[in-house]
């Protein structure tokens, strides 16, 4: 330093970086900066530094602003993208998209964040140890759509971790945003993804003349770094980019000064001395740099007024759905901050509305989601069902036709010894129909084999049970009481009744001359039952022993009474039929009721899994299937929902299946002699199934 400074050239971080601009402010000594973000993370912008005010900035910020936010939320809306999952390695300054997150939020989306840790093995088993089965099936769907802010190294190992541990399928679509990918590292992450993958990297346009890429202002650049054909300008860093274009620019900036004649001594600076003056020449050595730019390696390198480069250009690339490793990778469009995006990001076929698109749609009857609604013969089958109305909503706004059959085993499809696939899976991994629709959830199993759009409706196990009967009783009138105290209350009739003859035989009453006494034994049991309900008696009985004896009776009658017509009361208005199954773990508990489901359906293979697994398993669904498993399967399973329905309403059976076709059965029952009972807990989801790798599986998803 005390041999003289022109110009500072540093490319560091932001943290340094402002304690170089200080110096560079107090000394007007020129200082470009070249911002670097650490492990090749994407940038963030620089915290404005603490300047003293009235003095000029002589810091030029050599790399242009961030617009990150601006093209990721560009790219998003483009692909309407309402919900997804936002993933940023330890190294990402989180700050720096604030307000991509604060847009996001205005315009509805649903967007989650998630860091991922420098050990990404430890992470994913984290993951796998923390959460249930039904957590982790929710969580594989918000993985369907993922933003990586991510080095590149870190997110080839984050999508290498994910794809080997099955968390994602192929129909999801992640998008990479850094700055800093070079072809290499993109051929890479496309090899190790499954899916779709875009990216979006800085890009440098270079001019068409090649005679212009190596000789700018009579300076020759070196021909191996300006050839954008060869490998060791792909190798080259952006932020050595800007290094060398900076030194290029300070060389043509140091030529026009000695050009005209207008040199000024250098600054000098000395750590040792305290008297150090501002360099005289710093200012006029600033005002050349911002007034003339240079062409390099960074396409045109230039300044505006207020020091920042204006100059900056991404382009995202794509690959389309699959599961093809080393898959093609094109540009899909360009993005600058003038023009804004500059291409489409859409499949253009999908956009048109699907219009001219006919699908043949396969089905399984099963209500509500599939019924026919009118069959004449002669004609097509005309279907109706929450699942035909989820389908016409969407044939009705992207303008695609569709013809629908039933699976000829009506069947959903399982794995059979064979290796293949029956009943609905089967007519799409066969590739006999495009669509798949019915009360189809969305199981491993099944995507392994065929793509899900996201759920749209969530599922949960329950079972059907008959209601249990009622029977009219003549005598429910005597219901209140029991037997032995109405035998006790007739006991006490005749008891006080013979106590009130004894008592006006032994001490007659006076009665006026010439009138005739009726105090006989069945007079006093009359005049005991009369008072007893209530009703007076006809025989007058003046002793004061019977008076007495008869207002302890009427006390007793009068109590006696008032409980039985509350209990009368509480007994014809308050009829409860209790059913001894209340939940499906009161029905994994009991042995004498039998139950079972369809065989080798989703249902079935559930329950298996969550008593066999280890990873998921539960008591409740091991006691569960003790009994479905009973001899095979063979003695409480059905081969068809019907037919479980049917074992319901004519025997004693418990049919456990889908809740939401339990309860529509048992609603709709014209006797209604069902009840069901459920897991609260949604376990997985509906979704509407196609071919794997199908393009229209992303369009339906959105809509």
């Known amino acids: 330093m005390n041999r003289g400074i022109l110009a500072l050239v540093s490319s560091i971080g932001c943290m340094s ?38 003095t000029d900035d002589y810091t030029l910020m050599v790399r242009p602003p961030v617009y990150l936010n601006e093209v990721i939320m560009q790219v ?40 991922v840790e420098s050990n990404i093995n430890m992470m994913i088993t984290s993951l796998f140890r923390t959460m249930r089965v039904e957590e982790l099936h929710r969580y594989r769907d918000t993985l369907r759509r993922a933003v990586l802010f991510m080095s590149p190294a870190t997110a080839k190992a984050f999508i290498t971790e994910v794809v080997e541990t099955n968390l994602v399928a192929f ?31 800085q890009t440098f346009p270079m001019p068409q003349n090649t005679s212009q890429r190596c000789v700018k202002h009579n300076h020759r650049i070196n021909t191996s770094l300006c050839d954008p054909k060869n490998p060791k300008s ?75 480069n204006p100059n900056i250009f991404f382009e995202i690339l794509g690959t389309n759905y699959g599961e ?57 089958k005309k279907y109706q069902g929450f699942s035909i109305d989820v389908l016409d909503a969407l044939s009705n706004y992207l303008g695609f036709k569709y013809e629908i059959y039933v699976a000829p085993d009506h069947k959903y499809g399982s794995l059979q010894p064979d290796g293949q ?23 491993p199993e099944r995507e392994s084999v065929v793509d899900f759009t996201t759920r749209y409706m969530d599922y949960s196990v329950g079972v059907l049970l008959r209601k249990a009967e009622r029977t009219v009783d003549m005598f429910a009138c005597l219901a209140p009481f029991d037997l032995s105290l109405w035998a006790c209350i007739a006991g006490t009739v005749l008891l006080v009744g013979i106590l009130v003859y004894l008592l006006n035989w032994l001490n007659p009453p006076r009665l006026p001359m010439g ?71 009161d029905l994994s508990k009991q042995t004498e009721l039998p139950y079972g489901t369809v065989l080798d359906s989703a249902v079935y293979d559930q329950v298996r899994s969550k008593s066999m697994n280890p990873f ?74 196609m071919q794997h790798g199908s393009p229209y599986r992303d369009i339906f998803s959105q809509r």
């Open 421 to 443: 696939w029956n009943g609905m899976m089967g007519e799409l991994v066969f590739k006999r129909a495009d669509v798949g629709l019915s009360a189809l959830t969305i199981t």
């Open 17 to 54: 970086a402002g304690s170089l601009q200080t110096l560079a402010d107090a000394m007007h000594i020129p200082h470009l900066f070249i911002q670097r973000s650490p492990a090749g993370t994407p940038r963030s912008a620089c915290p404005p530094t603490g300047r003293i005010p009235g």
């Open 515 to 585: 009138s005739v006494s009726s105090t006989t034994l069945y007079n006093s049991m009359w005049f005991v039952y009369g008072s007893f309900v209530q009703q007076g008696g006809e025989v007058p009985y003046t002793t004061l022993a019977t008076r007495m004896m008869m207002g302890v009776w009427w006390m007793f009658a009068l109590i006696v009474i008032s409980s039985y017509t509350a209990n009368l009361a509480a007994f014809l208005t308050i009829t409860r039929i209790e059913n001894s199954i209340q939940s499906l773990q």
């Open 76 to 115: 998003v809306t483009e692909y309407s993208w309402q919900k997804f999952i936002l993933f940023y390695d330890s190294n990402f300054d989180i700050r720096g998209i604030e307000d991509f997150l604060d847009r996001t939020s205005q315009q509805g989306m649903d967007v989650s964040l998630q860091k």
């Open 234 to 308: 792909q190798q080259l860093e952006i932020t050595n980019r800007y290094i060398y274009d900076s030194v290029l620019l300070l060389a043509n900036t140091f030529h026009r000064k000695l050009e005209d004649r207008k040199w000024h001594s250098m600054a000098s600076l000395s750590c040792i001395r305290k008297n150090s003056k501002p360099w005289q020449g710093g200012k006029s050595m600033l005002d050349t740099v911002k007034k003339f730019g240079v062409s390099g390696l960074t396409s045109f390198l230039e300044f505006t007024d207020n020091g920042t």
């Open 171 to 201: 129909d999801c679509h992640w998008i990479l945003i850094n700055e800093e990918i070079s072809d290499y590292e993109l051929q890479e992450l496309v090899m190790k993804s499954i899916g779709r993958l875009t990216l979006v990297r």
């Open 616 to 689: 998921e398993r539960d008591p409740m669904y091991s006691q569960m299937w003790r009994m479905i498993n009973r001899t095979g399967g063979a003695d409480n399973n059905v081969e068809e929902s019907k037919e479980g329905i049917r074992k319901v309403k004519f025997g004693r059976f418990g049919f456990v299946w889908d809740a939401a076709v339990l309860e529509y059965v048992a609603n709709n029952d014209e006797d209604c002699s069902f009840y069901t009972v459920s897991n609260n807990a949604p376990d997985r989801g509906y979704g509407i199934a």
């Open 324 to 380: 093809d490793r080393g898959r093609g990778v094109s540009r899909l469009a360009t993005w600058d901050p003038v023009h804004g995006l500059n291409g489409t990001l859409t499949d253009r076929k999908l956009e048109n509305n699907m219009r001219g698109v006919v699908l043949r749609v396969v089905t399984v009857l099963e209500e509500p989601f599939v019924m026919v609604s009118e069959n004449v013969l002669g004609k097509p």
